[in-house]
């Protein structure tokens, strides 16, 4: 098989899956929305809210939802030893990371397309003329993003203190990832937004991306224990 149809093929599974039960999109977007309610009642003062705050909100609860998404994965496939079967099958390791990774990219896009007209109605901000780059820029972050968390999460599933290093180790590295796309969007949800701002943030996330990417696909073919 292929490692695209290897991926496919193990993406399907986590698809279908989390299709039957539901509890990991359900917690994401439960808890993204938590975030939301409860920063906005915090940093809005009327009609005084700025587009800063509405874009740190957005990358917080995004990011946060993410997170509990990415350990919730790993929990199921620790319970069931799933992760080892998958290892020990004829499937390469990179299609494995890739799976994985388009898996909570997926259930963190659809928690944004739900999320963003919420904090767009409670910090008011503009976004009739600005949606189609907003998406690219969460859907570039949110890649990173993923790709980071199922690089460690993949590492670290049978380590002890898993969850605090896995934490220790994926927030600092994609902490560039989630400034520029925070820049990028504060300056988009300011109503006027520079042309050159906005593709200069969108060029630090495509070149991060790609970083990741080839790094993550690389170094897991060669760290990953069976």
């Not at 808890?31 to 009327?46: I, K, N, Q």
Request: proline residues 4%; aromatic residues 10%.
């Amino acid at each position: 098989m292929r490692p695209f149809t290897q991926a496919a093929t193990i993406l399907r599974k986590d698809l279908l899956t989390e299709l039957r039960s539901g509890e990991l999109f359900a917690s994401m977007l439960l808890f993204a929305l938590l975030l939301v309610l409860l920063f906005s009642f915090s940093f809005t003062r009327g009609e005084d809210s700025s587009p800063e705050s509405a874009a740190g909100i957005l990358w917080i609860s995004m990011t946060f939802a993410g997170t509990l998404g990415l350990s919730r994965a790993f929990d199921r496939e620790r319970e069931a030893d799933g992760l080892r079967a998958m290892l020990l099958s004829p499937a390469s390791r990179g299609a494995i990371l890739i799976a994985k990774a388009v898996g909570i990219l997926v259930f963190m896009l659809i928690t944004a397309i739900l999320i963003v007209p919420l904090v767009a109605l409670l910090f008011q901000v503009p976004l009739v003329d600005s949606i189609a780059r907003l998406g690219i820029l969460l859907f570039l972050g949110m890649l990173g993003f993923s790709l980071l968390g199922a690089f460690f999460g993949a590492l670290m599933a049978k380590g002890r203190s898993r969850d605090l290093l896995f934490l220790i180790c994926l927030y600092p590295l994609s902490y560039p990832l989630l400034i520029a796309g925070v820049l990028g969007t504060a300056e988009l949800f300011s109503g006027e937004p520079v042309r050159a701002r906005v593709e200069l943030f969108t060029s630090i996330l495509v070149a991060f991306d790609a970083l990741i990417a080839v790094a993550a696909l690389w170094m897991f073919e060669r760290l990953v224990v069976e």
